[in-house]
């Protein structure tokens, strides 16, 4: 049975529409990183779905790098949270607001 | 001697120089005095010598006259030119040169003012002795000479002008010459500014005798009213105006007013100009423009019946006066009447003649006053004189000389005058007149009389103290009295009427006189003509009516001596019980008849009102707008302050607060959440797109 790419490309779509709104809307930093991890699965989901359909090898590779790039990068904003918290005892992102102008 | 002729006024003009720049600073009064003497009695010698020289050697000087000099020898005239002063000629031209004529007229005059008035100044220098302003009297009277004979000697109107104007301004001057007492500089305004009336109506007479006949010197003047008689309308207005100034100078009525307030001068002051000289002036100048005065009859009419009027009514006033000057003040208005009484009924000698001895007499009775009032160390009122005429012998005698001579009993100097005045104005057909002078005739010698007898006669009314003082003054004032008083006696025989004389002809001073009065009686002759082709005949009287005359005038004069004797001397009680009966009319003579107060009323009243109202206009209304366009002026630029404030600062304020206000919007923009951030990209990058898509 082949899944029409339609159908894989919506689910990629609400996925990335759920982690954008996740992103805007969520208080807690790392509910906001798990987010920006929805967005990029989602990419990477789309990636994989025209390479099933076209059968182009590239779409196979692409997402493993998007992956180990998706790794540091969370590692590195992990990292920043924790600074962050050991100076304001709170992971609210609301609370992040010393560039207040 | 005649080519010295300017030097008559110049040389008390330049006493009265000396004496005002460095006068102070002589040493002592000596010096002044004599610089003063000096310069009148040098003025005296040369008159005396020009005079001499025009009756007798006139052809012989008219060879050898110098060029600016003009000799009309049987018209007895010498005219000497200094300068041109207003020289506009031409087109409707206007000339006027600074030039003295010497005719009889003019030789009576300046032998009048200089001699009388050096026996004054001599006089003087014992009267003014310890007066702190001793040389700035000395000035003003030397001064007051040269212009009173500037005004004599003149051959035109506008130097006889200057000499009135100057005579007028040195009365002022001397009248307050005590300015300290606010009474004596009043009474100094109130003599100018009276005069300043007169002068007016003088001024206006002036301006049009000019626009009618283009000149203004005398002599040329009465050629061209000779000229043309018939056409003499206009002349009777311009006889009116010269003769309004004449009441001024000359304190007839209406503007006598400030003749008896002038006795607040000094006597010396008083004998001299206001007796003596200046006063004449008037007289004088109606003499000198005799042929205009001929010319207007009805102007010479008025001249004569206002002169009576002032004789009597000022005789009444001083009947009750208590001050001795006063009772000479009014005796002196009265007697100007008479002189004005003789010019108008065409006797125009016979006036100057009066003017002559009463110069000698009343300057008399000046100087004899005011040794009274030296010796009563100030007194003037005579209830508190009398018996004085054992303490004062030379003042006494001479005063009772003045006094006879002014009465009018024969031989003295004042019969002859008044007596020719008397009966030309009876000859001329004016007998109503003449009764108003002869009953002012009988007043003058009952208030002279009446003045003698309270100073002199009886016990003596003042208080010890003062009666201690009295002593007979000195030399330098007993000499003087003593000169005019043989003056007061014979001073009159130069004039003997032909009836006095029976039948001779020897009235040396109307022949003298003549030259002078000959066009006035021409053309009063071709106006009598004129008057007899209508059918008024001029009667001609005898010698015995003449006579009768004589009598009746020298009885008037006992009739006054004796009732002043009847009521000072033997019944002395008398005075008082007739005041007492007489109340109310008493009351109205003693107080001149309250004609100052009506004149305040009428005049003085409504011009201080008047002035005052100016001053309130000036006060509010123009200091109002001058310190309101400067109010406006303070109040404008507060507001332009204000505008600068608000308006200005306020929009560069409001620009600041405007930027403040957009930032404090904009800045919400920053939060420093990054969720908002990331809102904003999404929006943004959204946009983007939907712009690509649709525009694509």
């Not at chain 2, 109010?631 to 608000?646: F, N």
């Amino acid at each position: 049975m082949v899944v029409p790419i339609g159908h894989i490309l919506t689910v990629s779509l609400l996925m990335f529409g759920i982690g954008v709104v996740g992103v805007m809307v969520r208080r807690n930093a790392i509910l906001v990183l798990m987010s920006v991890e929805l967005m990029l699965n989602a990419a990477n989901l789309n990636f994989v779905a025209f390479a099933r359909a076209y059968g182009s090898p590239v779409g196979h590779v692409f997402p493993v790098f998007v992956i180990t790039v998706a790794a540091g990068e969370v590692a590195v904003g992990l990292a920043i949270l924790i600074a962050f918290f050991r100076n304001k005892q709170s992971v609210n992102l609301n609370d992040v607001d010393l560039m207040k102008g | 001697m005649l080519s010295l002729l300017f030097l008559i006024p110049l040389l008390p003009l330049a006493g009265a120089a000396l004496n005002g720049l460095v006068g102070h600073r002589f040493r002592g009064e000596r010096p002044v005095a004599v610089v003063a003497c000096a310069a009148v009695l040098a003025a005296f010698v040369l008159s005396l010598g020009a005079v001499v020289q025009l009756a007798t050697g006139l052809e012989g000087y008219a060879q050898g006259a110098p060029p600016n000099v003009r000799v009309e020898a049987e018209a007895r005239r010498v005219e000497m030119t200094l300068a041109s002063w207003i020289p506009a000629g031409g087109e409707g031209s206007f000339v006027v040169d600074w030039a003295f004529t010497l005719d009889p007229l003019s030789a009576v005059m300046i032998l009048v003012v200089t001699g009388v008035g050096f026996l004054i100044h001599v006089y003087a220098t014992a009267y003014m002795h310890g007066d702190p302003g001793y040389a700035r009297f000395f000035t003003y009277l030397n001064l007051f000479t040269a212009m009173m004979l500037t005004l004599v000697l003149g051959s035109s109107f506008p130097v006889l002008f200057v000499g009135w104007e100057g005579v007028g301004l040195c009365s002022y001057l001397l009248i307050g010459f005590w300015y300290q007492d606010l009474k004596n500089a009043s009474a100094g305004m109130k003599a100018f500014l009276v005069n300043r009336i007169g002068d007016f109506g003088f001024a206006l007479g002036m301006l049009l005798i000019f626009a009618r006949y283009g000149t203004l010197n005398f002599q040329r003047l009465a050629e061209a009213i000779e000229g043309d008689l018939a056409g003499a309308a206009g002349l009777t207005a311009i006889g009116l105006l010269l003769f309004v100034g004449a009441t001024g100078k000359s304190a007839q009525i209406p503007l006598y007013v400030w003749l008896p307030d002038a006795m607040a001068g000094p006597t010396p002051v008083s004998a001299l100009i206001h007796a003596a000289t200046m006063v004449t002036a008037g007289i004088y100048m109606v003499a000198r423009t005799s042929p205009l005065f001929a010319a207007a009859p009805v102007a010479l009419f008025t001249v004569a019946v206002v002169g009576a009027a002032t004789a009597f009514f000022a005789a009444t006033i001083g009947l009750a006066q208590n001050d001795i000057k006063k009772v000479l003040a009014y005796s002196t208005v009265s007697q100007l009447g008479y002189m004005f009484l003789g010019c108008g009924v065409g006797a125009f000698a016979a006036g100057i003649f009066h003017l002559t001895t009463h110069a000698f007499f009343k300057a008399l009775l000046f100087l004899g006053s005011g040794s009274v009032i030296h010796a009563m160390s100030g007194e003037q009122d005579m209830r508190k004189m009398g018996g004085l005429g054992a303490k004062l012998p030379v003042t006494y005698r001479t005063f009772l000389i003045g006094t006879i001579s002014i009465a009018g009993f024969i031989p003295f100097a004042g019969f002859f005058s008044k007596d020719e005045i008397l009966w030309k104005a009876f000859e001329h057909g004016h007998p109503a007149l003449w009764a108003v002078g002869s009953a002012a005739a009988l007043l003058t010698s009952f208030y002279m009389f009446r003045l003698v007898y309270l100073t002199f006669f009886g016990s003596c009314r003042a208080d010890h103290e003062t009666q201690h003082h009295i002593h007979e003054s000195p030399r330098a004032m007993t000499v003087p009295l003593m000169v005019l008083a043989v003056l007061s006696v014979v001073g009159g025989w130069v004039g003997i009427n032909q009836a006095v004389a029976f039948g001779a002809d020897v009235n040396f001073f109307e022949h003298w006189l003549e030259p002078v009065f000959a066009p006035a009686a021409r053309i009063a002759a071709w106006h009598a003509e004129h008057a007899a082709a209508a059918g008024h005949l001029e009667p001609h009287y005898g010698l015995g009516v003449e006579w009768l005359f004589i009598a009746i005038a020298l009885a008037v004069a006992t009739a006054g001596w004796v009732a002043a004797h009847r009521l000072y001397v033997t019944r002395p009680e008398l005075p008082a019980r007739i005041a007492a009966r007489l109340g109310a009319a008493y009351r109205l003579v003693l107080e001149k008849y309250y004609i100052d107060e009506v004149y305040r009323f009428l005049f003085v009243d409504g011009l201080l009102g008047f002035s005052r109202g100016l001053a309130w206009i000036d006060a509010r209304v123009v200091d109002g707008v001058v310190n309101g366009a400067a109010s406006l002026t303070v109040a404008s630029g507060r507001a332009s302050s204000e505008a600068d404030r608000l308006g200005v600062d306020g929009t560069v304020n409001a620009v600041g607060h405007l930027v403040y206000g957009g930032s404090s919007v904009y800045r919400r923009l920053q939060t420093g959440r990054i969720q908002n951030y990331a809102l904003g990209m999404m929006l943004g990058a959204f946009a983007l797109i939907s712009l690509y898509l649709i525009l694509g």
